[in-house]
């Protein structure tokens, strides 16, 4: 483990979950922090994530929890986000950054500049681009982060000494750090995390409306569970995403809906040598990009 | 590793690749057979099967690979079946038992009806419900169907001897046997199987298109990769799949087509509560059958 740059005196975790919680865990590892305070709704959650050695301590109340914080993280469901920082805005630090762990950006950098209106500027938008379908802070690990990206999306009133600030907490949680703008990260990821959530959502639930669905899960193989795992995932926290990242996700649905047609209709056709297209290309730039 | 019934002094293994190569490993596990005979198209592939250990020998001419053999393994696509089963046909012995792992059943049973004509009752339809994205003989393994479901699909003509000495075949190998009509396990896999790959493929094959394709490649995390895992699939053995099971595979893929379209709408009109609802019902449903 490499020395980083990043120390915090005392970093508040808003939402102890699986991310919170396995932030807390990754800058735990490298001694990063004086203190690590938790704060969320559920009292009994915060015990538990105090027991598991997670954070040192908790808050119930938010604007006491970041009291004296020189690093708040924000990692609630997206719809949280506003109340949350409404919430906070009371207790904090004049030398505090803020950050979040949102999915979806430019809702957040919204919300975010509405809220926060002349302290914006303390607030470095952010998103580790890691999880796994489980939910809370028993599922938190402090691996999580090693060699991930995380993506930062800065806007022209951010205090650049902040987000340099940010990238190296992530550096020091193991992450590799990158910076894009909002609205092409909610692209992107609209693409490849929040359509294929809702496809895969929405084929279990098809499946458990049909008359067979019993035999259709007795008979489901790895490929099965590989391809539904992520429809274990929050559907709260999803249902958030997918709300508030709706343009990017319904344009990039729009194109897979085409591609499905079209590849529908040549099964119809019995157009063997267009599905067989469509297949090889697929695999060939799956093996390539993640092989 | 209990004992089982099943022996065969001479089993030939047409097609010699994931799933071929996998059983013939997991016979040999257990001693079940004299000699197990390869065969297939690709004469070094053949021979790495024979170096591996897989096979004893190989024969490139099907009709001499079957001769003196009591049972013959069709391990081949789908659409190679007919032409496989009509070059075969002259070296078949007469107490020989044939059997398949095709992923259709209604398609191979039309197929050898025809092919075999009054020798149609020697064969067995068969479909081991076990593989992974990877093919070929250097990606078996013993262990693919411990504990696995292998559906067996005899019709009325089928000799019930022969279709018994199949089902210990594949319990021998370590799988759980049932039987259903072949219709049904079309209906079922079309849905657990074979529309998942297909949406895989066809999602893959979308986001390739896009101009932001090595973006959005380059930030796909873990749900990703499990959930396009099956793009990464034999692309000739999945396009004859998804053509021989046509009918069954454009009904459950309109059956997604109507929940998607559904849910789309609920996403287009802020409509939070029905996509928690189809989100959360998708949760609890996987969680309970693939938990």
């Not at 938010?62 to 609630?76: E, R």
């Amino acid at each position: 483990m490499t020395t980083h740059s990043f120390s915090s005196k005392r970093l508040t975790i808003i939402g102890v979950g699986l991310i919170g919680g396995s932030l807390a865990r990754a800058l735990r590892r490298v001694n990063a922090c004086g203190e690590i305070v938790g704060c969320g709704r559920d009292e009994a959650h915060l015990k538990r994530a105090v027991e598991l050695g997670v954070i040192d301590r908790y808050e119930v109340d938010p604007a006491v929890a970041v009291s004296g914080a020189d690093v708040v993280v924000l990692a609630v469901p997206l719809r949280a986000m506003a109340t949350v920082l409404s919430q906070i805005a009371p207790g904090l630090a004049a030398d505090v950054v803020i950050t979040d762990v949102g999915s979806a950006k430019g809702c957040v950098v919204e919300a975010v500049r509405s809220v926060l209106a002349e302290r914006f500027c303390d607030f470095v938008p952010g998103h580790p681009i890691a999880g796994t379908e489980k939910s809370g802070v028993e599922a938190s690990f402090a691996e999580l982060f090693d060699n991930r990206s995380v993506i930062l999306t800065p806007v022209e009133e951010t205090d650049s000494n902040k987000c340099a600030r940010i990238r190296t907490m992530w550096e020091a949680a193991g992450a590799n750090v990158s910076e894009m703008a909002a609205l092409h990260h909610d692209e992107v990821l609209a693409a490849t995390s929040h359509l294929p959530h809702l496809l895969a959502f929405s084929l279990v639930n098809t499946l458990a409306s049909l008359d067979e669905r019993k035999e259709i899960f007795d008979y489901a193989a790895g490929g099965f569970r590989d391809f539904t795992r992520i429809a274990s995932s929050d559907p709260v926290m999803w249902r958030d995403i997918c709300m508030e990242n709706r343009d990017a996700l319904l344009e990039v649905l729009a194109h897979f809906n085409n591609g499905l047609k079209q590849l529908e209709e040549a099964v119809h056709d019995n157009d063997g040598e267009a599905v067989l297209n469509v297949f090889t290309r697929a695999k060939v730039t799956r093996d390539r990009f993640c092989g």
